[in-house]
């Protein structure tokens, strides 16, 4: 019997363990996608939530079967349209992508012709607003019950296979003619036009980008939990992926990447601190949000103490890594 | 038919009139000097003219064509390129990718064929990189190419913002106060280096520019604004021995 005990914990443990793996996967495909548009071409978006909210809906719905949908829908039934409607995961995800994109093109319209402050608000705003539609279109969504027993499809592999899918596609876009435009629209909006480059069209352009990726994110989410409702698209999520970027280095794709893990292994490392904590001496009772008071404390002190995040915008490179180590071993010599 | 025409343009700024009823022409491979103190009107000009401000009232036409209202990365697109008076470069990034991003409004691949480098993006990109360097070379800068943007000294950021205007394909080149910022040999230079860009590259330049020896050095004709009005234009010996402009300088400064 207590074999058997440990055995059940052995196996729970792992596959926590690569649940934590999996979420880091998800996080670099989020980071690298509000980078785009927040890093790399200096818009600042508060809207991610929104968009992964649209993409975990869509594919949720387009995975679940019939069946499913009808024992979770008992509220209200579902609309028979979306009930009969059914798709393999993979498709699934990309036109949750595709749905998200389509969402930022029609905002981006009114939105992006804003100011920097403005963007910020009526994206946040926006982000807001899917929340109430998806919350209040019962017969589509299940409105604030949420959807459940969406198949967990999502693993390792198809976290980690779409995330190095995004890090490759975005290199090839930053170092494209296109990824130079947008880095030029961040560096001088003035001078980025002076020289042709329309700036509605290539804001659009990566926001609209970056939201397929977040649609993408927000799927893998679903189902990877197996259960979404609005309330997990709230602000702090779209704050959660504003940390990594900012965290890693604004316009970075190597910093994103590894303060993405870091940030995901953090989270849930410091899950302790949530719980009473027993010192002996002192009875410290279980205080929920205690994380996000760290996560906020250490965004501070990266703001204040490395305002350009980890990386700044550069990248990592073994080049500069080694010749930063030869010069320190040639200057202890001398 | 001439390359540049002003028809009677103005601007008000809320009750201010920084430029009123000014005319302007320009033919092709001329170099035309816009001269006034400042305050004269003359950078708000040029922002009507590339389409950064709507005139108030009044037309521009480039090629006979009605560009007036036309939005700045169109008017480019038209073969109008500039130059700013407090530099605008990409601060933080390299000589060489100012230059290459003015390429960018002639890429003919688009976004997708760029993330996939097909053949025919890596063809143009190869073009783009090569006519870059050329570019750098002209100005002098191709030794400078992967040092970031914003360490130039000042006169070397004046040169790549002229090489990037130059990268857009212009056929009229703007450039307000290019010799700004410069010594007394830089700007010397200056002078033999806007006439070479023009024979280089057969294109007309409007220049505003403060330094007197430059503008008579190297300008066929020249305007003179003060406080938004045309107070003359002419040739530069006209210019310089005009009363009224003799005036408007003395009672500036
Ligand atoms: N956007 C604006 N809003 C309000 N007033 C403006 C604006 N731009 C220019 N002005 C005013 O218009 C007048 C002309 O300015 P402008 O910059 O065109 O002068 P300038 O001839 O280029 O002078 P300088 O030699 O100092 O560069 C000035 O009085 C200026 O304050
Ligand atoms: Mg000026």
Redesign the pocket.
Known sequence: MKNRNIAVLNITLDSYKIKIFTLCGIYIILGLSMNLINGFTGLFSLGHAGFMAVGAYVSALLTMSPELKDSVFYVAPINPFIKMIQLPFPLALIVGGLAAAGIAFLIGAPVLRLNDDYLAIATLGFSEIIRVVITNTQTLTNGSLGLKGITRYTNAWWAWGIAILTIFFMIWLIHGMYGKAFKAIREDEIAAEAMGISLFKHKMMSFVIGAFFAGVGGGLLGHLIGAIDPNMFRFILTFNILLIVVLGGIGSITGTIISATAVTILMEALRFIENPINLGFINIPGIPGMRMVVFSLMLMGVILFYPKGLMGRAEFNWDYFLKKKFLRNRKKSA | MALLRTDKIT?Q??G?T??LDLNIEINDREIIGLI????????????MITGV?KPTKGQVYYNDKDVTGLKPHEITKFGIARTF?NIRLFKELTVLDNVIIANHLRLKSNLFGSVVRTPGYRREEQHIYEKSMALLKDVGLEDLKDEKSSNLPYGKQRRLEIARALATDPKLLLL??PAAGMNPQESHELMGFIREIRDKFDIAILM?E?HMQVVMGVCERIYV?DY?VTIAEGLPDAIQNDPKVIEAYLGVD
């Open positions: 601007m700024f809320s201010l920084a430029v006034g103190p400042n305050g004269a009107g003359k950078t708000t000009a040029f922002n401000y008076q307000d106060e505003i403060h604004l938004g």
